[in-house]
């Protein structure tokens, strides 16, 4: 398995740039199921969980091509409407294709996600939506078999915002008989950039940018070329990374907009940060200030920064607060940064971080995509080497990460194993 070693590494500066979002790109790439015919994909970076949904995709029938920087999905021959457990279990957001096949091909079996390290994570949003859309559901030996002749509009309220569910109900109902809202309706980003995804295939989904969503099914869709956003999290972890560094750095090709707050964390932090276009520069504080982050969904403090965040309040001058109320588990990464000589206490799912004046390098062990990010960058501040292994974590979702923060000063190498 391979490794990363990390030397303290604090005066980075330059420029870094953000690739194609992949909580993006995967739901696209479950959508092309819903279209006959070859779509293009633009902007598409090198990650494992692409591929594993691209090894999916091919299961199912379809015709994958996935280059350098694209992904061409020719979706005319899906006929196997069934997602094994091998690779749902491998990542969760398989359960993606259960609204295309279902709308598409009227039947899908796909395995039921289990947990995962940050916590429980059910389907049954997902699953109540279906079945509101005029879905029969069965669980039969791990598996989710759903059956429709052809779903039918409805009303969907969420009990709770869910992107997967949004999502997947999305893809649903662009095909069911009528017209479905859902009400409750995640605003992510993702959810964003879905939705535009649909419309340009001839989808009619209205009320962008607000909890409630409108469809009016429609009888075809249609194949398309279509460019991916920006990963924000990709930004945010590299902006972090600015924040924790000796002098400025300017991440681009972002979207500022997707990122407004963290921006406002980082400038409680004593950051300062100029935005130019895609572009947003930041200059580093003299001293960390402690801040408090509370986790929410969009457009509040999103938790897939959270571990990184937290990596900036280990060196903050005083006391902060942690609280992920979207996965309310989800601290791994904790044990692991307090190896690095962090002082944080976990009491009830609040982090108290006591900031220390500096980190020192151990081994340390990446659990989860986004807690292996943080580790990343708590080792670029700790005195010292720092060895992070289970990598492959972080390759499911970072584009090679090792290259573009060396990229600006990182001292930081990749250790085949
Ligand atoms: C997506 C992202 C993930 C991010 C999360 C929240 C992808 C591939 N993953 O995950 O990186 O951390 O959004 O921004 O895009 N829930 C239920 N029942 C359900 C579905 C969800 O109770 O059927 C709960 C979850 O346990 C969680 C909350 O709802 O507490 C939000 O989860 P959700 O937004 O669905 O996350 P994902 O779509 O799985």
Request: proline share 5%; hydrophobic share 40%.
């Amino acid at each position: 398995m391979d490794k990363f070693i990390i030397e303290s590494s604090r005066n980075l500066s330059g420029d870094i740039n953000v690739s194609g979002a992949k909580n993006a790109i995967l739901p696209v790439m479950a959508a092309c199921l819903l279209a006959p015919g070859k779509s293009i994909l633009r902007n598409v970076p090198g990650l494992i969980d692409l591929k594993t949904m691209a090894h999916l995709l091919r299961v199912i029938g379809a015709r994958v091509e996935y280059g350098d920087g694209f992904m061409s999905i020719d979706s005319k021959d899906v006929c196997y409407p069934e997602a094994p457990y091998e690779l749902v279990s491998k990542m969760r957001a398989s359960i993606y294709v259960l609204g295309p096949l279902l709308a598409r091909l009227g039947t899908a079996k796909v395995s039921f996600p289990g947990g995962c390290a940050i916590g429980t994570r059910p389907v049954d949003l997902h699953l109540k939506a279906l079945e509101a859309l005029g879905a029969k559901i069965d669980i039969e030996q791990g598996y989710i078999n759903a059956q429709a002749k052809r779903l039918k509009g409805a009303d969907i309220h969420f009990e709770k915002s869910s992107v997967g569910a949004t999502i997947n109900t999305l893809m649903a109902a662009v095909y069911a008989k009528g017209t479905s809202r859902l009400f409750n309706a995640a605003m992510e980003p993702e959810v964003d950039s879905t939705i535009d995804f649909l419309n340009k295939m001839g989808a009619k989904i209205t009320g962008q940018g607000s909890t409630t969503l409108t469809v009016q099914g429609v009888d075809d869709l249609f194949p398309i070329q279509s460019d991916m956003i920006p990963d924000r999290i990709e930004a945010g972890t590299f902006l972090i990374a600015g924040a924790l560094s000796t002098s400025p750095v300017r991440v681009c090709g972002c979207k500022p907009e997707h990122l407004t707050a963290l921006i406002e964390k980082l400038r409680e932090a004593g950051c300062e940060l100029q935005i130019e276009g895609a572009n947003i520069t930041v200059n580093p504080p003299k001293k960390i200030k402690p801040c408090n982050i509370l986790t929410l969904p969009h457009p509040g403090f999103p938790t897939d920064l959270q571990a990184q965040f937290t990596v900036l309040m280990c060196l903050a001058n005083g006391v902060s607060l942690v609280e992920d109320t979207v996965f309310p588990d989800r601290f791994m990464h904790v044990a692991e940064l307090n190896r690095l000589q962090a002082d944080i206490k976990m009491e009830r799912n609040i982090a108290t971080i006591k900031g220390v004046n500096q980190l020192g390098g151990a081994e340390v062990m990446a659990t989860d995509l986004r807690a292996s990010a943080a580790l990343v960058l708590a080792g670029m501040v700790a005195e010292g080497t720092t060895v992070v292994s289970r990598i492959y974590h972080i390759d499911r979702g970072y584009d090679r990460i090792e290259e573009k923060l060396s990229g600006i000063g990182a001292k930081i190498r990749r250790e085949q194993g």
